[in-house]
């Protein structure tokens, strides 16, 4: 399409673009805002351009053109408002060859705009343009190389542990002095703990769910928005409350356990948004970068919780053995069923036979109160100890607290004395830059070389030694806790959801057997119970009649 060159300066209102990315910032004060205003301006008042306004897109990558202000400017070429575009140089318009030529060839020539980018001498209006579209794939060939390097340094990044995330995770913020470590949150750390306790309690996600939102607990998007007043968190959700499937990815992060998984998406293309989700072992899992806001074995009970696919029960019951007690025939769960039987809690039947009948598998039926008390008692007869059984156990319990304060703390030490060492090999290279420059004098250089090389030794001896000494506390107080614990499972009252998932893996029930007898009918069942912590499992065979049951070891 051909444009008849207006002559200077003559029905022009000019839009003066102005963009900077993140990576365009070490490249001087030439690619600055500032500069390019200041250029811009120049021109514009040079050539008599009367200037209609200034859009600004500050950090802002070329590869996209979804940028708020050149949106803006594109509205008001189409309200007809501005018929000439001014740019540093091709390169600020944008670094997607593509787009980019639909916009120089197509979109500004139908519009009847003008667009001059000063630095490659482009105008629109002059013959010789034949050079905007080499130009154009020269500046994406720039962005690719870009994102390739960036994407190395990330890669790099995530594999020492360092966090590489725009927003840290719920629960914890960036370190002031080193953005790439994660430190607690005290304002929402408390928050990841209690959701912790309440699945390891057996609260399913959605009742934890529900709890935070009665309290007007602010959701992770809703509080990163309260700390980043610049955010819309409305429009990133159209759910405004905990979720479930929140909850349940909570449960389930390990970043919470002190370990750094990252890479668990890849973008399709440096020109596109749309990322796809990577598989596990593609995943940059380092272990022990950062403090961990719950014990593994509490991690471990809530995860197992978070995948239970359970039905909210109406009224108070609620079935311990959900999930855990499984037919022995067929290995669906047991589920929960009326009984007749006054004063009983509930009945036990295969899921199997329940929802498609004996065509499917065998009822299995068993009384919930009858499991309860041969659980109870199985549970009771294992952890029965002497004193002293308990006193050796506590004695290793001491042992292995005082090894672990000596590692965390010993870590403590290696993470500071290597970040110090990674400073002094910048400070001194920056000594021989100084010198070189002349901005230091020789003497001056050799005086901090020796001092900065002698700490380097000094901290390279320290860690090249093993470990010394150990935390020291007060060793009554350390056992205050596990003591507890102890006489907790030593002492049991009653089965609690926490206790059986820490114990046990599944419960197999048989199918009941009926005989008759002279005077009654009995019936004679096996319940095999598999604990976490041993390969046998442990029988129980009881007998029913009207009289009550007893259990058969």
């Known amino acids: 399409m051909t444009t008849q060159r207006l002559p200077q300066g003559s029905g022009y209102s000019a839009a003066l673009y102005m963009r900077l990315s993140k990576d365009d910032e070490g490249a001087g004060e030439s690619a600055s805002i ?25 950090g802002i990558s070329g590869t996209t053109f979804e940028r708020p202000d050149f949106k803006r400017m594109i509205r008001d070429i189409e309200e007809k408002k501005v018929n000439l575009v001014i740019t540093k140089d091709l390169s600020r318009l944008g670094r997607d060859y593509i787009l980019a030529g639909q916009y120089t060839e197509i979109y500004f020539p139908s519009k009847k705009v003008r667009y001059i980018a000063i630095n490659d001498g482009y105008d629109s209006d002059s013959r010789y343009t034949d050079i905007a ?3 154009n794939v020269i500046n994406e060939m720039y962005a690719r190389d870009t994102s390739k390097k960036i994407r190395s340094a990330f890669v790099t990044r995530m594999q020492e542990g360092a966090f590489v995330g725009a927003f840290a995770p719920y629960g914890y913020k960036r370190d002031p002095e080193d953005k790439h470590r994660l430190i607690i949150d005290g304002g929402s750390s408390e928050i990841v703990q209690e959701i912790f306790k309440f699945a390891a309690d057996g609260i399913l996600p959605i009742q934890i769910a529900r709890i935070l939102n009665e309290r007007n607990v602010p959701t992770p998007l809703q509080y990163r928005s309260l700390a980043n007043p610049y955010m819309n968190g409305e429009g990133f959700s159209n759910s405004r409350g905990w979720t479930s499937s929140t909850i349940t990815k909570m449960l389930r992060n390990i970043v919470y356990l002190g370990h750094m998984a990252q890479g668990k998406t890849t973008k399709v293309s440096f020109k596109s948004e749309i990322s796809v989700s990577n598989s596990m072992e593609d995943w940059y899992i380092v272990e022990n970068t950062h403090t961990p806001l719950v014990g593994k074995e509490i991690f471990d009970i809530s995860s197992r919780r978070s995948k239970q696919r359970t039905c909210e029960k109406k009224g108070q019951f609620n079935n311990l053995f959900s999930g855990i007690a499984k037919c022995a025939d067929c ?7 009326g009984t007749r039987k006054k004063g009983a809690t509930a009945n036990l039947t295969c899921g199997g036979y329940k929802l498609y009948g004996s065509g499917e598998c065998s009822n299995h039926f068993i009384d919930y109160d009858t499991l309860y008390e041969i659980v109870l008692s199985s549970i009771r007869e294992l952890v029965q100890l002497s004193e002293q059984n308990k006193a050796e156990i506590l004695q290793e319990v001491q042992e292995r607290l005082h090894k672990q304060g000596k590692q965390v703390q010993s870590l403590k030490k290696t993470t500071f004395l290597k970040k110090r060492s990674r400073e002094l090999d910048t400070l001194i290279e920056k000594l021989y830059e100084d010198n070189v420059q002349g901005i230091l004098s020789t003497l001056r250089m050799k005086m901090m070389l020796q001092k900065y090389e002698a700490e380097s030794k000094a901290i390279a001896k320290q860690l090249n030694t093993p470990p010394e000494g150990g935390v020291q506390g007060d060793k009554e107080n350390d056992l205050d806790k596990p003591r507890r614990l102890l006489e907790g499972y030593t002492c049991l009252a009653d089965l609690s959801p926490e206790l059986l998932f820490r114990l046990i893996d599944h419960i197999e029930i048989g199918q009941g057997i009926y005989q008759n007898s002279q005077t009654v009918r009995v019936k004679k069942q096996t319940v095999k119970i598999f604990f976490r912590f041993s390969g046998t499992p442990i029988t129980k065979k009881y007998t029913h009649t009207a009289g009550g049951s007893r259990v058969l070891k």
């Open 331 to 337: 290995g669906r769960n047991m589920s929960t069923v």
């Open 133 to 135: 579209p080499f130009k």
């Open 34 to 58: 500032t500069a390019q205003r200041k250029m811009l301006i120049a021109y514009a008042k040079e050539n008599h351009y009367f200037i209609f306004d200034e859009y600004v897109d500050d």
